[in-house]
């Protein structure tokens, strides 16, 4: 076939215009949430006096951080969507989250005595943390990846890890406010792994269904 | 691939923020439904991608008879990805990006594949300027592949030149169902080429 052959099929294709980007999102993340909130109801639910607890400053921090590192992963998505955008700064915002969780750790150090502190790591729902993070977060996982679909992710695997970050945090977010254990001991161990692992899933799974 | 954005077709000298702007608008109008803004776009894109594809090919040391083909690729993801495209962004890299993308894409898919002395294509090479004829045309290849509702619309629209209500009219089909076979194939044509891959 001719180039301008395919020149002229390709305009008389423009009249069928994708969705825009911030439709596909919208379009992508409203199922998505709903099954991990309907999942969440179901099987896990509020803890007790929930919003009593937001003047616990531990169990405050652990929320505010999991919808802050939603908020950056959101944003480094939408730029690793579009190609020619550089996602380097906001790759190095979503940084923000474990230095700030650093703090956490060095102020609960220095609150808690020492002979608590294995106590505070482990916690009381350790396995149940690892499991419900990624859970919670598969259906949020897939439908990124399918709003990354619909754009132009350059490298396939970094935006795949990055769906698995924002999904992880939905999860957490979630989780968070389930769980009764706010120590950042805690969250620093077995939330990082829970979400360490969907973003490695995610990785895997960009590199097989980003490419274009 | 900087240089290959500072000359337009004819030659005359255009810098290379000017040509992005204008590209801009072209895809500005097109994406707000001016068809024949959007056709304009992709021809003047064509000679810079197929110098790019070049130079690309060549510096792999790979024979640039497969440009056609990398142009060809690189046209249908342009314009299958072009909601990727931000309105209010600079247009330049977003193509650069795509372009950029879409060569290591055909490197990657020819490294292992076949191998052809460039000491056969030095006149080729040479030659520059406009459409080389294609050795191997890898779109009307996979457009054979094509299932046949989508392959007629294609290739009635591309090569007979027909438009959505002609092609419509002549296949007793409605104008919204040529819309969707076209866009379809068109989609299909970019799988082909992915599956491709080894």
Known sequence: MKTDDLIRALAADSATRPMSLPRAFLAAMIPGAAIAFGLYLAVLGPRPHLLGLLAEPRFLFKVCLTLLLFSLSERLVMRLAKPGTDSHSAALMVLIVPLLLVAGIAAELLLVPVDLWGQRLIGTNALHCLKSIPSLGLAPLAAILWFLRQGAPENPGRAGAAAGLLAGAMGAALYATHCPDDSPLFVAVWYTLAIAFLSALGAVMGRRLLRW | ?198
Do not use: C
């Open chain 2, 1 to 198: 691939m900087r240089a290959a954005w500072s000359e337009s077709k004819d030659g005359t000298f255009v810098s290379g923020g000017e040509q992005e702007k204008q590209w801009a608008l072209l895809m500005r109008a097109g994406n707000a439904g001016d068809g024949e803004s959007y056709r304009r776009l992709l021809k003047q894109v064509t000679p810079v991608l197929r110098a790019a594809a070049r130079r690309g090919l060549a510096s792999a040391g790979m024979a640039d008879t497969d440009a056609e083909d990398v142009v060809q690729e690189t046209l249908l993801a342009i314009h299958l990805k072009r909601q990727s495209w931000d309105e209010e962004a600079p247009f330049g890299p977003w193509l650069r990006a795509i372009a950029r993308h879409k060569m290591i894409d055909a490197l990657r898919r020819r490294g292992r594949g076949v191998s052809v002395s460039i000491d056969a294509f030095t006149e080729v090479l040479a030659d520059g300027g406009g459409e080389p004829d294609m050795l191997v045309d890898d779109v009307g290849r996979h457009l054979d592949d094509l299932p046949p509702g989508q392959r007629t619309i294609v290739r009635a629209i591309a090569v007979d030149g027909a438009s959505i209500g002609e092609a419509a009219a002549r296949f007793s089909m409605t104008n919204g169902a040529v819309r969707v076979a076209l866009h379809r194939g068109l989609a299909a044509l970019a799988r082909k080429f992915r599956e491709e891959q080894p």
